[in-house]
T-cell receptor, first 115, second 112 residues
Framework: GAVVSQHPSWVICKSGTSVKIECRSL??????MFWYRQFPKQSLMLMAT?????????EQGVEKDKFLINHASLTLSTLTVTSAHPEDSSFYIC???????????FGPGTRLTVL | DQQVKQNSPSLSVQEGRISILNCDYT??????FLWYKKYPAEGPTFLIS?????DKNEDGRFTVFLNKSAKHLSLHIVPSQPGDSAVYFC???????????FGTGTRLKVLA
């Protein structure tokens, strides 16, 4: 199998607070994980590539100080949305690259609502 | 600049018939292509992939065709079932980076 979990599945927070989202590969090791966000009725937009043991690489236009990524182990990457604002409200999805299959497997997503 | 396009936002097909979903890309560096199925408020589920060294890959009811000269790929679902109703995304990647660029999605509705 290739199962990826995310926690929490949804979170509501006040403006100005920080929120941490976890992404875990449950049955395989992933040196590379990816973070996406999806706005309603739009495509998945890649935010950053998370590499185990090294700094994440961010896509153009994504603020690295706003979206902190830590990939501390071969099965866990975290995304922290710092000082969240209502415009950060979105559906955040992670994926883990299964190297043997050359395929990304996606988590179930996290719905973030910032009030 | 949308490098991966799915020009049909929606498609309705009768149960048992063939569903054909299309995807076009512009970047000739892409050499690995995938199709994902997605339900609302869930992550995408991997369906099938194809490398640029092939022009066809089949897995059960799902077949992906790749036309490199036209920079076009399609997903065929035969026979279509009501449970196939979902949004389908194609994705393309330069296998050296493993980064996926997703299309805008096509909502498939299979009518019973």
């Amino acid at each position: 199998g290739a199962v990826v979990s995310q926690h929490p599945s949804w979170v509501i927070c006040k403006s100005g607070t920080s929120v941490k989202i976890e992404c875990r590969s449950l049955d395989f090791q992933a040196t590379t994980m990816f973070w996406y966000r999806q706005f309603p009725k739009q495509s998945l937009m890649l935010m950053a590539t998370s590499n185990e043991g090294s700094k994440a690489t961010y896509e153009q236009g994504v603020e690295k100080d706003k979206f902190l990524i830590n990939h501390a182990s071969l099965t866990l990457s975290t995304l922290t949305v710092t000082s969240a604002h209502p415009e950060d409200s979105s559906f955040y999805i992670c994926s883990a690259l299964h190297h043997n299959k050359d395929t990304q497997y996606f988590g179930p997503g996290t719905r973030l609502t910032v009030l | 600049d949308q490098q991966v396009k799915q020009n049909s936002p929606s498609l309705s097909v009768q149960e048992g018939r063939i569903s054909i979903l299309n995807c076009d890309y512009t970047n000739s560096m892409f050499d690995y292509f995938l199709w994902y199925k997605k339900y609302p408020a869930e992550g995408p589920t991997f369906l099938i992939s194809i490398s640029s060294i092939k022009d066809k890959n089949e897995d059960g009811r799902f077949t992906v065709f790749l036309n490199k000269s036209a920079k076009h790929l399609s997903l065929h679902i035969v026979p279509s079932q009501p449970g196939d109703s979902a949004v389908y995304f194609c994705a393309a990647s330069d296998s050296g980076t493993y980064k996926y660029i997703f299309g805008t999605g096509t909502r498939l509705k299979v009518l019973a």
